[in-house]
């Protein structure tokens, strides 16, 4: 699996009476792209049955928190792949390959007002930093980072107002 981004934790699981080393990984096949690219995140290492909260974290250019939690179950592999699986609870539901990302709300805000504010969406620089998570047991097994831009490299943006051209854009 490489160009993945991956953290790595270890556990223990009984193996037969032993304890054997376990690795949690989560991976996720693109870590920087733009906002509207495909994204694949995936557990590994997990125990058959284990149950995952995997979450999302970001904050906003204003400086405002946003999440994102739902609850799996590894498969007989010990795996959670959000582009295969429906989460069991959480912040959204059925299988959303990038779920974890567009289901973030506002910690403390109302969702319907709510909006991800960007430092400046006419520039390619501008990145949505997300960091994401697998907790077994109340415990942080495995984190990654990704990062979604706005603007591809060499494509240019322009802020519009009404006054100028009759609607926001």
């Excluded at 990984?25 to 149950?51: K, N, T």
């Excluded at 995997?54 to 792949?81: K, L, P």
């Excluded at 910690?107 to 709510?114: A, L, M, V």
């Amino acid at each position: 699996m490489l160009g993945m981004a991956c953290a790595v934790a270890a556990g223990a699981v009984g193996c037969g009476g032993a304890a054997a080393a376990l690795q949690v990984r989560l991976l996720i096949d693109h870590p920087v792209g733009l906002l509207d690219a495909p994204v694949r995140i995936s557990v590994i290492g997990l125990r058959p049955g284990a149950r995952v909260d995997v979450g999302a974290t970001s904050d906003d250019a204003d400086g405002r928190a946003w999440s994102s939690s739902v609850v799996f179950a590894a498969n007989r592999a010990g795996i959670v792949d959000l582009a295969k699986m429906p989460p069991m609870a959480g912040s959204y539901s059925g299988v959303a390959p990038a779920g974890l990302l567009w289901s973030m709300s506002r910690i403390g805000g109302d969702p319907q007002t709510s909006f991800y504010a960007l430092a400046d969406p006419t520039r390619t620089a501008t990145v949505a930093a997300v960091t994401v998570t697998a907790v077994v047991g109340g415990r942080i097994v495995a984190s990654a980072r990704l990062a979604r831009g706005v603007l591809a490299p060499g494509v240019t943006g322009q802020v519009e107002r009404p006054a100028k051209v009759g609607f926001y854009g």
